[in-house]
């Protein structure tokens, strides 16, 4: 009897918290307008812990994107503008010297927070952006001889603005491999745009009201760390496995597959994108509210998880290839099961 009342109690553990990442997608896609896949890429990236970079023009909702899921969640939310004058110190803290006591205290920065908008980060130079390096690996920073931990959840956001390169400092593969997905969004349709003209003239008309908004719904920490214990549980079949196996496997030997593809690829994408291709499948799987994950979820996710994982060779950029349409060869070459 006590063993039913477990499973049971169980059961309506995991509804709730199907629940609770319902409403969190539903409120999200109703302030973040035109932009699905990536409400999907925050969600996927938060129920797998890992950090996502987001590639898109201005306009685009990026900065309300994590703004609006931090507001949403039990946690707090810094934002960093990434600069050319920016020190690692200015993220990670520093030691401070005390006069009266004679002793060095700890300052943390801005890194100690659960959720982390690193907005443009590709205009820092690359101490900077190394600094996130411990902090987004190992949750964890170093100042000096001591290590501190960092709160949990920890998910970092990253944009870069693709249009303009002027002053920039594109970011080493070692960075861009600490990203589990790198999401690239474009412009929304005209309906959506029509949508969006009509969520700001309300939220200006609330602001010269000076109504209070809405308290947002707030998802707790607990809810997250179990809704990430249910992704790892859920049931995925050997031929699944194999099948993200040999996708990340046929990166580095596409001669196997197609003589043709092998030349357009430098250098394929490494075990940790076995690691992220498993895990970001079994959080879409769990988004979609199936209990199993299937080929097309692993699918769903590839290019997030493969394109800056990719590189493509000299020739290939000579003649317009890019990793996505790499990666569209591997999806299609690779046989499910």
Request: aromatic share 6%.
């Amino acid at each position: 009897m006590n063993a039913l009342k477990s499973v049971a109690s169980s059961d309506d553990v995991s509804e709730l918290n199907h629940l609770a990442f319902r409403s969190l997608r539903q409120h999200l896609q109703s302030r973040i307008i035109g932009q699905p896949h990536l409400v999907d890429s925050l969600l996927v990236a938060l129920l797998a812990d890992g950090h996502l970079m987001v590639e898109g023009a201005p306009g685009l909702a990026k900065t309300t994107a994590i703004k609006e899921l931090a507001a949403a969640l039990q946690g707090d939310f810094r934002r960093l503008q990434f600069t050319p004058d920016l020190l690692p110190g200015d993220l990670t803290g520093t030691d401070v010297y005390r006069p009266a006591t004679g002793d060095f205290h700890f300052a943390p920065g801005p890194l100690f927070h659960n959720l982390i908008l690193a907005d443009e980060i590709n205009r820092a130079p690359a101490k900077v952006q190394s600094a996130l390096l411990e902090a987004m690996g190992e949750h964890q920073i170093t100042v000096g001889r001591n290590t501190y931990a960092l709160p949990r959840p920890f998910m970092v956001m990253a944009t870069q603005n693709p249009i303009e390169h002027e002053g920039t400092y594109p970011l080493p593969e070692a960075q861009l491999d600490r990203f589990l997905l790198y999401v690239r969004i474009g412009h929304p349709d005209a309906a959506a745009e029509r949508a969006i003209l009509k969520l700001a003239r309300a939220q200006a008309t609330q602001a010269a009201a000076s109504a209070a908004p809405a308290p947002p719904l707030r998802v707790s920490t607990q809810q997250i760390l179990a809704a990430r214990e249910e992704v790892l549980a859920m049931h995925m079949s050997a031929a699944v496995e194999e099948y993200i196996v040999q996708l990340v496997i046929a990166s580095r030997d596409a001669a196997r597959y197609d003589a043709r593809l092998a030349p357009r690829i430098a250098f394929g994408a490494s075990p940790r994108a076995t690691i992220a291709l498993d895990r970001c499948a079994r959080a879409y799987a769990w988004l979609q509210g199936k209990d199993y994950v299937a080929p097309d979820d692993a699918q769903a996710v590839a290019h997030d998880v493969l394109r800056h994982r990719i590189l493509v060779s000299f020739e290939a950029e000579a003649e317009g290839v890019t990793a996505d349409a790499v990666i569209d060869d591997l999806l299609r070459l690779v046989p499910v099961g």
